[in-house]
């Protein structure tokens, strides 16, 4: 069922259990290949958010190594609980992140501009740039290359094909946060019951990624519990209201999406801008 409405986002300014999921990450390179259990699964870069921001300059340049890992249209989901209806949002350049950049879930959504690094010989030429955001966690294990405390992207297929050449199958590579540019506005899915609403937000723009999120009813804040990805929960009593969301980035940009939801919202249904979207 797709309905839609349209939040007022405005920013103000600086102010558990995983479904388990079976990963496999595929490396070209025999060396390479591993298995690995990973909860949730399945995304893409998105365009601006309406009143996200335009998140951070880019960062300094460091360095890392990438592998990719699913099939030619790319892969969406894992550890970050984005679904196929993220797809269009996300597009097929996303990535895995090692344990030392997923920070326990909180770098989902985050973006990145990649390149081959030097001393390749599977560097497209030109070293060109490729950038993804942040979907799915990469376990250690195998060869070792996502044990901390390495930085290390195990990215979509199509996103390394970019860079580097299927044979290569593990390159060296530089990397930078950038700012995610979405676009339609934040969404949020609302799951669970009424003693128990889980929160699911996508399409954010800006740093992507979230520090903290609250929820407004009445005039009263209540702040959200992180559950794990793109997922916050609440036991507090949501249903027949409105509901208003504020949001605060990693960068400590702090965003509040008033009416999300409107006071008849359903469990199972995505809100964009007061507006139901799936």
């Given at each position: 069922?797709?309905a ?7 920013h ?7 479904a388990?999921h ?5 490396h ?29 300059e ?28 993220d797809?269009k ?8 992140l090692?344990?030392a950049?997923?920070?326990d ?6 973006c990145f ?14 070293h060109?740039?490729?950038h993804?955001?942040a ?24 996103a ?8 290569g ?8 946060r ?13 799951t ?24 407004k ?7 959200l ?5 793109d ?33 008849d ?7 964009q ?5 799936a």
């Open positions: 069922m797709v839609l409405t349209h939040a007022n986002e405005h103000v300014a600086n102010g558990q259990p995983h388990k079976d990963r496999a990450h595929s070209s390179h025999p060396k390479h290949k591993h298995e690995h259990k990973n909860p949730h699964r399945n995304l893409r870069p998105a365009p601006k958010a309406e009143g996200s921001g335009h998140g951070p880019p960062g300094q340049w460091k360095d890392a190594h990438a592998t990719f890992y699913g099939p030619p249209e790319g892969t969406l989901g894992g550890a970050c609980g984005y679904e196929d209806s797809k949002i996300y597009g097929p350049e996303t990535t895995a090692s344990k950049l997923f920070n879930g909180m770098t989902c959504g985050a501009e990649i390149k081959c690094g030097e001393g390749s010989e599977w560097c497209k030429p030109g060109p740039t490729v993804v955001t979907t799915d966690f990469c376990p250690g294990g195998g060869e070792g290359w996502c044990d901390s405390p390495k930085e290390h992207f195990d990215m979509s297929q199509p390394f094909l970019k860079i580097a050449e299927y044979k199958g593990i390159v060296p590579v530089k990397y930078r950038v700012p995610c540019k979405r676009s339609g506005g934040i969404r949020f899915k609302i669970g019951n009424p003693y128990f609403n889980m929160i699911g937000i996508t399409n954010m723009g800006g740093t992507g990624d979230i520090a903290k999120v609250e929820v009813v009445g005039v009263q804040w209540t702040a519990k992180h559950n794990y990805g997922r916050w929960d609440t036991n507090a009593d949501l249903v027949g209201k409105k509901l208003t969301f504020r949001i605060t980035t990693s960068d400590g940009k702090t965003m509040i999406t008033e009416q999300a939801a409107p006071h919202w359903r469990f199972g249904q995505t809100y801008g007061s507006r139901v979207v």
